[in-house]
């Protein structure tokens, strides 16, 4: 079975740093695009970063110069660095990735983890 397992969230104040993982586990063929979202009580979820296979990165404006996300292919991992963190950066952040499975080689299905709280607050 193929899933996203993340980890690193946690309680931070406002201007400190966390960083999130996500690693793919499972039957995995391949991997597209790696991304984070996130979903704040009340609001729809967003598009906080994704990332492509090449390394070619997209991210939410509000984020723009505070996270930077990276992954290692070899690993099947995806990581969000978040820098000078903001009480509005607070919500659940769900790992997505783009994914085929040995069984269904050219078939890509959108995955999600379970998802970390961030909390930022003083």
């Known amino acids: 079975q193929v899933q996203l397992v993340e980890s690193g969230g946690g309680l931070v104040q406002p201007g400190g740093s966390l960083r999130l993982s996500c690693v793919a586990s499972g039957s995995i063929f391949s991997i597209n695009t790696m991304g984070w979202y996130r979903q704040a009580p009340g609001k729809e979820r967003e598009l906080v970063a994704a990332i492509d296979r090449g390394g070619e990165t997209n991210y939410a404006d509000s984020v723009k110069g505070r996270f930077t996300i990276s992954r290692d292919n070899a690993k099947k991992m995806v990581n969000l660095q978040m820098n000078s963190l903001k009480p509005e950066d607070t919500a659940i952040y769900y790992c997505?990735?783009?994914?085929?499975?040995?069984?269904?080689?050219?078939?890509?299905?959108?995955?999600w983890g379970q998802g970390t709280q961030v909390t930022v607050s003083s």
């Open positions: 997505n990735a783009l994914m085929s499975e040995f069984r269904s080689r050219w078939n890509l299905v959108d995955y």
